[in-house]
């Protein structure tokens, strides 16, 4: 029985020239101008065959079932693991391309260590009384705070919603600082979250509701500890973070990615008023950048400013001794250079929602009328599971970047189940944070429903902020 054909790259024995087989390597392979390229089985497996034959003849029984072939398919397996283990080692040399520990080594030599993830968990939130009238549903939006004794912080990681029907939840927290220090233990005293943070302006509609009452009305339990803040973040993440690091000292870099670390921040923008735009001038944006200047010639006798632009997240408070602009000025504060100051500036957050009709196969959903599925337990769980694809994607957006109704039907294509979206309409809220994060949709004129297919377009200083409503539905199950 004759030997079935050779694949193409085993074909290539015939083309090994002799002189190649007895030299230590082959041009094309190893560390070339594009990087490092390994050596396959298939072609250490064809130079293998071509020595064989050169030093045992022609006529060598090299068969599949030879045992010389078999040989020599055990060499070339153990010469392309060792291939594959040399091109480990040079992509781990190199920020693009290092994976895992290598990666970790690598920022520990420019001075960054891998940031630990928060810790996450729940707890337990109970209506202790009746409602005030006018205070019901009463609306905990995502992000807000509590705490420990200990002085531990704490933010709600989804919006809560509760009233005479529903007076008890389950809802998911996160600490609010990084790091294995917070895998909180309700055990531990000084570790168990029990009282909310009465700073935070997200609290307000809790704070008026218990003002009416004269009372507290949300009970906090607290009985399984936080876990994950032991974990790191993904390579991705890591590595993204190093490629932005800069390496110089007294830079708008540097001052970037210090204030990217600090626990709050979404999303930061350095502006240098001298080389770059000055957002504090009302005439930015108002002119074509020819017809005149920016700004008047800078006075000497003033100290000079550089603008940083801060987007925090939902659990950020902003002001106070303890808020997310004292922690940035602290932290450029060791920064900047003698005679320059900075301006921290919160950026403009303007909500944006999504409405759509879904197409839904392949899903247990019940039947009925479409009232009855769309207020199912399943239509919920989906509609949760939308709202976190689009708050990932909304997040990760920068400064600017308009939110583009093609990007968000493609995010929401993406949950298995969902067949097709029609009618999408993207919804903007006002640029404000404590409307922009409740669980109820705002009314009036600050609330614009842009055309089906539109995008959001916003301004340089302006941020989207993902509006996770749920009433009324943003998602219609037809």
Same mark, same amino acid.
């Given at each position: 029985?004759?030997?079935?054909?050779?694949?193409?790259?085993? @074909?290539?024995?015939? %083309?090994?020239?002799? *002189? !190649? /087989?007895? +030299?230590?390597?082959?041009?094309? #392979?190893?560390?070339?101008? =594009?990087?490092?390229?390994?050596?396959?089985?298939?072609?250490?497996?064809?130079?293998?065959?071509?020595?064989?034959?050169?030093?045992?003849?022609?006529?060598?029984?090299?068969?599949?079932?030879?045992?010389?072939?078999?040989?020599?398919?055990?060499? @070339?397996?153990?010469? %392309?693991?060792?291939? *594959? !283990? /040399?091109? +480990?080692?040079?992509?781990?040399? #190199?920020?693009?391309?290092? =994976?895992?520990?290598?990666?970790?080594?690598?920022?520990?030599?420019?001075?960054?260590?891998?940031?630990?993830?928060?810790?996450?968990?729940?707890?337990?939130?109970?209506?202790?009384?009746?409602?005030?009238?006018?205070?019901?549903?009463?609306?905990?939006?995502?992000?807000?705070?509590?705490?420990?004794?200990?002085?531990?912080?704490?933010?709600?990681?989804?919006?809560?919603?509760?009233?005479?029907?529903?007076?008890?939840?389950?809802?998911?927290?996160?600490?609010?600082?990084?790091?294995?220090?917070?895998?909180?233990?309700?055990?531990?005293?000084?570790?168990?979250?029990?009282?909310?943070?009465?700073?935070?302006?997200?609290?307000?509609?809790?704070?008026?509701?218990?003002?009416?009452?004269?009372?507290?009305?949300?009970?906090?339990?607290?009985?399984?500890?936080?876990?994950?803040?032991?974990?790191?973040?993904?390579?991705?993440?890591?590595?993204?973070?190093?490629?932005?690091?800069?390496?110089?000292?007294?830079?708008?870099?540097?001052?970037?990615?210090?204030?990217?670390?600090?626990?709050?921040?979404?999303?930061?923008?350095?502006?240098?008023?001298?080389?770059?735009?000055?957002?504090?001038?009302?005439?930015?944006?108002?002119?074509?950048?020819?017809?005149?200047?920016?700004?008047?010639?800078?006075?000497?006798?003033?100290?000079?400013?550089?603008?940083?632009?801060?987007?925090?997240?939902?659990?950020?408070?902003?002001?106070?001794?303890?808020?997310?602009?004292?922690?940035?000025?602290?932290?450029?504060?060791?920064?900047?250079?003698?005679?320059?100051?900075?301006?921290?500036?919160?950026?403009?957050?303007?909500?944006?929602?999504?409405?759509?009709?879904?197409?839904?196969?392949?899903?247990?959903?019940?039947?009925?009328?479409?009232?009855?599925?769309?207020?199912?337990?399943?239509?919920?769980?989906?509609?949760?599971?939308?709202?976190?694809?689009?708050?990932?994607?909304?997040?990760?957006?920068?400064?600017?970047?308009?939110?583009?109704?093609?990007?968000?039907?493609?995010?929401?294509?993406?949950?298995?189940?969902?067949?097709?979206?029609?009618?999408?309409?993207?919804?903007?809220?006002?640029?404000?944070?404590?409307?922009?994060?409740?669980?109820?949709?705002?009314?009036?004129?600050?609330?614009?429903?842009?055309?089906?297919?539109?995008?959001?377009?916003?301004?340089?200083?302006?941020?989207?902020?993902?509006?996770?409503?749920?009433?009324?539905?943003?998602?219609?199950?037809?």
């Amino acid at each position: 029985m004759s030997d079935p054909t050779l694949p193409a790259e085993l @074909a290539d024995v015939l %083309a090994v020239d002799a *002189a !190649a /087989l007895r +030299a230590t390597g082959s041009t094309g #392979f190893g560390i070339v101008e =594009t990087g490092f390229v390994p050596k396959s089985f298939a072609r250490l497996l064809a130079e293998k065959l071509a020595t064989a034959r050169l030093l045992f003849g022609e006529d060598v029984d090299l068969t599949s079932g030879a045992v010389l072939r078999k040989v020599l398919e055990l060499a @070339a397996l153990e010469d %392309a693991r060792l291939w *594959a !283990a /040399l091109g +480990a080692v040079y992509d781990n040399s #190199f920020v693009v391309s290092a =994976t895992a520990d290598a990666l970790t080594r690598l920022g520990e030599e420019l001075g960054i260590a891998r940031p630990y993830l928060p810790a996450r968990g729940t707890v337990k939130l109970k209506l202790k009384a009746a409602l005030p009238s006018g205070h019901s549903p009463l609306t905990l939006p995502r992000g807000a705070r509590l705490s420990t004794p200990g002085g531990h912080h704490v933010a709600l990681d989804e919006t809560v919603v509760l009233s005479a029907a529903v007076g008890e939840r389950e809802p998911a927290v996160a600490a609010f600082y990084p790091g294995p220090a917070h895998n909180l233990d309700p055990t531990q005293p000084q570790q168990k979250i029990d009282r909310w943070n009465r700073a935070d302006t997200l609290l307000t509609d809790l704070d008026d509701a218990e003002q009416a009452a004269g009372a507290e009305l949300v009970e906090i339990t607290h009985t399984v500890a936080l876990t994950g803040g032991e974990q790191q973040v993904s390579d991705a993440r890591y590595r993204q973070l190093l490629l932005a690091a800069p390496r110089s000292i007294w830079t708008a870099e540097a001052i970037g990615l210090a204030v990217a670390t600090v626990p709050g921040v979404r999303q930061v923008q350095v502006f240098d008023g001298r080389g770059g735009l000055d957002l504090n001038q009302s005439i930015f944006g108002n002119f074509n950048f020819i017809e005149r200047v920016f700004s008047t010639e800078r006075d000497l006798g003033n100290p000079y400013y550089v603008t940083v632009l801060v987007a925090p997240t939902a659990a950020a408070i902003w002001d106070g001794p303890d808020g997310l602009h004292a922690s940035v000025e602290s932290v450029i504060e060791d920064l900047r250079p003698v005679g320059i100051f900075a301006s921290v500036d919160r950026a403009d957050e303007v909500g944006i929602g999504v409405e759509a009709d879904l197409v839904i196969r392949g899903l247990p959903l019940p039947t009925g009328s479409k009232e009855t599925v769309n207020a199912s337990t399943a239509a919920t769980e989906l509609r949760a599971r939308l709202h976190a694809r689009l708050r990932r994607y909304v997040d990760e957006l920068p400064f600017g970047e308009p939110v583009r109704a093609a990007e968000v039907i493609w995010t929401l294509m993406n949950e298995p189940g969902v067949a097709d979206v029609r009618g999408l309409r993207l919804v903007r809220f006002p640029a404000d944070s404590a409307v922009v994060v409740t669980g109820s949709a705002p009314t009036g004129d600050g609330v614009q429903r842009l055309p089906v297919g539109d995008n959001a377009v916003l301004a340089a200083n302006q941020v989207p902020v993902y509006v996770d409503r749920d009433d009324p539905r943003p998602f219609r199950i037809v």
